[in-house]
């Protein structure tokens, strides 16, 4: 092979490498949203759950589902920006909440961090981690369930409310069943897109999206 040739190979590669989905949800809906295959069962004593967010939706406006896993009978992983605009998760039951920089038009990189045996539960907003919380100790998140993003089902993938469906952009949603350290969250935020989540992967995870959701390749 020539190395014009190899080298224009390359940065192929390299410009395919750097392309990552965002999903679009334009509009305040009951009937939109993006169910996630996860490559495992979600049975998890610890995990780092991360994504992209950008929304111009202000705080005090109203709450913002970010991320939703429900099976049957409870909430097991739910992520939300509450109303004052704190980041809280509920695990099957009250949550914890987390006072941060808040999410706005500009995208945000935002993780957070669970693990059972201690409850140590911890927020990461742009890589900067907050302070630690106990939450949850000895709890486990069931398997059996589904992962949706832009609704928060009240019964199981179903009786969704409009007021407090997504609406902006979300992408690079990775799950890990392991605290992830603090200096690979960091590069993460940063941009690096070779760490990817053993639960959900986000360049790889098999998606369906129901109603008005765009699917979009952006750059980064």
Not at 27 to 49: A, D, G, M, R
Not at 77 to 89: A, H, K, Q
Not at 103 to 108: A, C, F, I, S, W
Request: with cysteine; net charge negative.
């Amino acid at each position: 092979m020539k190395l014009s040739a190899l080298l224009l190979f390359c940065a192929a590669s390299v410009a395919q490498e750097l392309n990552t989905r965002t999903l679009v949800f334009e509009t305040e809906s009951s009937q939109n949203y993006v169910t996630l295959e996860p490559l495992k069962p979600l049975s998890l004593s610890s995990f780092t759950l991360c994504l992209r967010v950008a929304t111009e939706l202000p705080q005090q406006q109203r709450e913002i589902i970010l991320f939703a896993y429900r099976t049957q009978y409870y909430d097991e992983l739910n992520l939300w920006r509450e109303l004052d605009g704190r980041i809280s998760m509920y695990l099957s039951g009250n949550g914890v909440f987390f006072t941060v920089p808040a999410l706005g038009p500009m995208e945000t990189h935002l993780c957070i961090t669970w693990d059972s045996q201690s409850g140590a539960t911890s927020v990461f907003v742009d890589g900067k981690k907050s302070l630690a919380k106990i939450y949850g100790k000895n709890h486990t998140v069931r398997s059996g369930g589904t992962v949706l993003i832009g609704q928060d089902p009240d019964e199981y993938l179903g009786n969704f409310d409009a007021g407090q469906s997504f609406v902006g952009e979300i992408s690079d949603i990775n799950l890990w069943s392991y605290v992830v350290p603090r200096s690979v969250i960091k590069q993460i935020a940063n941009g690096d897109m070779s760490q990817s989540g053993d639960v959900i992967d986000w360049k790889e995870v098999k998606m369906q999206i129901t109603g008005d959701v765009k699917l979009t390749t952006t750059n980064v």
